[in-house]
């Protein structure tokens, strides 16, 4: 399995600044993945995010608003750029690792609760 | 059309009942298929894969038809502790990594 940690879990931001979120893995992998969870819905995948490489981003979403670093095996982190009240949301990191059942499974950390002013 | 769609409920349920869930997905390439659980305010955890043959853990019992594109979730004899947002997930599989699409979530509520 993995652990995942994030900072920070929640925070309240004004409309125009940026908020950089990180994770933390306690094993090396391979693949990181950024999900925005909205209010009542699911998970979207905004970007995967390869060690060594540019992430890779999803319909909809830019590097200019949502840019990634991956610096390590173990770490990423997540920048919600020029903030606005539709980013209100819950930020989760997730990696790709072995399961209970011996095969990959994704975990997902605790997520950051961002709210926009 | 969404990539994956749930029922939203919720489904009220007492304590001891059989429930069932379903989704559908519309990538027909699609190559595997989760439940997963997300409790209040939690990060989503996996609750089982779901096999072209079906399987069961426990009181859970997941099934899949490729031919409908259809997934569901059947949980029986209930318990309070199963109160939570059951999430249908599709791995669509591009070629390039494991991405996983969700659906929006069908959420329980397990009465005494």
């Known amino acids: 399995s993995a652990v995942i940690s994030q900072k920070p879990s929640r925070d309240i931001c004004q409309r125009g600044t940026s908020l950089t979120i990180q994770c933390q893995v306690d094993s090396q992998v391979t693949m990181m993945f950024w999900y925005r969870q909205q209010p009542g819905q699911s998970l979207t995948l905004i970007a995967t995010a390869n060690q060594g490489s540019e992430a890779t981003y999803e319909s909809g979403f830019v590097i200019d608003k949502f840019p990634i670093s991956r610096p390590n095996l173990t770490f990423s982190t997540l920048t919600v750029s020029n903030m606005s009240p539709e980013d209100s949301s819950i930020y989760l990191c997730?990696?790709?690792?072995?399961?209970?059942?011996?095969?990959?499974?994704?975990?997902f950390g605790p997520g950051t609760r961002l709210t926009v002013l | 059309r969404k990539e994956v769609e749930q029922d939203p409920g919720p489904f009220n349920v007492p304590e001891g009942a059989t429930v069932a869930f379903n989704c559908t997905y519309s990538?027909?390439?699609?190559?595997?298929f989760f439940w997963y659980r997300q409790d209040c305010r939690k990060e989503p955890k996996l609750l089982m894969s779901?096999?072209?043959s079906g399987n069961e853990d426990g009181r859970f019992t997941a099934q899949l038809n490729r031919a409908s594109q259809y997934i569901s979730l059947l949980i029986r004899d209930s318990k309070l502790s199963d109160s939570a947002t059951y999430l249908c997930?599709?791995?669509?599989?591009?070629?390039?990594?494991?991405?996983?699409?969700f659906g929006a979530g069908t959420r329980l509520a397990v009465h005494p």
């Open positions: 990538n027909s390439a699609s190559q595997s």
């Open positions: 779901v096999y072209s």
């Open positions: 997930v599709v791995n669509p599989w591009t070629g390039g990594y494991n991405k996983l699409i």
């Open positions: 997730s990696v790709e690792a072995l399961g209970g059942g011996s095969y990959n499974e994704q975990f």
